[in-house]
Each structure stands twice: as structure tokens, then as C-alpha cells.
């Protein structure tokens, strides 16, 4: 029969606006998260990282935002280009377990 | 390019077979990470190595293994192949436990 791929939650968003990307983690343990770009048929890229001691982290055009009291993280990013069309992962590693456990992903379409 | 190299990229196999997928870390990364990406799964963590020894699992299957050897690369076993099992195989590595994870290209497994 025919395969039925992962329903991803989709951001559309206009090139040159800002994106802001959502996670709700599930671990209230989890003491270091991940934000991964996954393009169509290669690995996960990674973006940026942030430790549960840490509020907000910045990069080059990304942010990562964390608010352990509802336990989400966000990416947010700068002036969303065409070549940041990819889905987008959160990953947590939680606590003592060591196992970094992925989210379900976000597609981010950016029209021109 | 990540660091870490996966082999073979691609390997279609048939139903009951076992196939071995292997995995050389970045240089200098002790931690090793296997997950797999089917279309409806989203990307599943299978195992963790650290320097050698086993330090997390996930939903791994008793039909799967896996080791990292003396020189750090890794390899993840597969047995008793089922259709359901085709999927792309990721193997990730990093310095340590608890920091990024760098993923490489993939194994995409098709069992027929």
C-alpha cells in the first residue's frame, strides 16, 4: 500500500520576515537541548545548543529560547532566507539518562 | 560536511537478511548515537555508545545491536530484516555525553 509520511506542523513564512519555531519537551529532567536543520535527504545540521542554566542563547541570525517553568524552547530566526526552507528539530538529553530524544519537527516554508 | 562518515550510503537487502551499517565519528568525539528515520517515526534514538561502552537505549529491537570499537567507530547490526525495518539509519557523534551531537549523511535501508 502507499506510505503515508510524518504530518508535520508547517511555518510558512515571507523571505526577510523573522521565524519563531516551538517545542514543548517532555522531560522536566532534561538539562541540555538541541536545535537541528534537517534538508530533504541529509543529515541533521546542527544549529545551536543551550543549557537548562541558560535562558536565551544567540547565534549568527538564530536564537534559542528556553523556559524550563512551562518546559518549551523556541528558535527564532533573523531575516528567514529561501535556504532556511528545511524541517526543524528540537532534541533534549535528558538528565541523567544520556539518551537525546528528538521532537517531532516543524517544516519551515519560506516563500520569495 | 559533518565529520562523520557513514557507510554503506545506500543498501537494499531482502526480508530475514542482516546487513551491517558503520559509522567513523568525527576525530576526537568518544560518544557515538544511532537513530532511525522512517516516514512515519520521525527520528528515533536507538543507542549510545561513550569510549566503547553502552550508556543509553532506546526502543532498540532485540533483532538490532550495535558496538564501538577500540577505534571508536561503531557499527549497528541489523537481523532478521522485515519490510517495516526500511528506514534511513543516522549515526551521530560527539565529544562527550552531554554536548552537540553531528550527524552524518545516513544509511538508507530498503528491505524488499
Known amino acids: 500500500g502507499e506510505s503515508v509520511g510524518l504530518h508535520l506542523p508547517t511555518l510558512s513564512v515571507q523571505e526577510g520576515d523573522n521565524s519563531i519555531i516551538n517545542c514543548a519537551y517532555s522531560n522536566s529532567a532534561s538539562d541540555y537541548f538541541i536545535w537541528y536543520k534537517q534538508e530533504s535527504g541529509k543529515g541533521p545540521q546542527f544549529i545551536i545548543d543551550i543549557r537548562s542554566n541558560m535562558d536565551k542563547r544567540q547565534g549568527q541570525r538564530v536564537t534559542v529560547l528556553l523556559n524550563k517553568t512551562v518546559k518549551h524552547l523556541s528558535l527564532q530566526i533573523a531575516a528567514t532566507q529561501p535556504g532556511d526552507s528545511a524541517v526543524y528539530f528540537c532534541?533534549?538529553?535528558?538528565?541523567?539518562?544520556?539518551?537525546?530524544?528528538f521532537g517531532t519537527g516543524t517544516l519551515l516554508a519560506v516563500q520569495p | 560536511d559533518s565529520g562523520v562518515t557513514q557507510t554503506p550510503k545506500h543498501l537494499i537487502t531482502a526480508t530475514g537478511q542482516r546487513v551491517t551499517l558503520r559509522c567513523s565519528p568525527r576525530?576526537?568525539?568518544?560518544?557515538v548515537y544511532w537513530y532511525q528515520q522512517s516516514l512515519d517515526q520521525g527520528l528515533q534514538f536507538l543507542i549510545q555508545?561513550?569510549?566503547?561502552?553502552?550508556?543509553a537505549k532506546g526502543n532498540i529491537l532485540e533483532r538490532f545491536s550495535a558496538q564501538q570499537f577500540p577505534d571508536l567507530h561503531s557499527e549497528l547490526n541489523l537481523s532478521s530484516l522485515e519490510l517495516g525495518d526500511s528506514a534511513l539509519y543516522f549515526c551521530a557523534s560527539g565529544p562527550n555525553m552531554k554536548a552537540e551531537a553531528f550527524f552524518g549523511q545516513g544509511t538508507r535501508l530498503t528491505v524488499v
Open positions: 576525530s576526537g568525539d568518544l560518544s
Open positions: 555508545y561513550y569510549n566503547g561502552e553502552e550508556r
Open positions: 532534541a533534549e538529553n535528558g538528565g541523567a539518562t544520556n539518551k537525546l530524544i
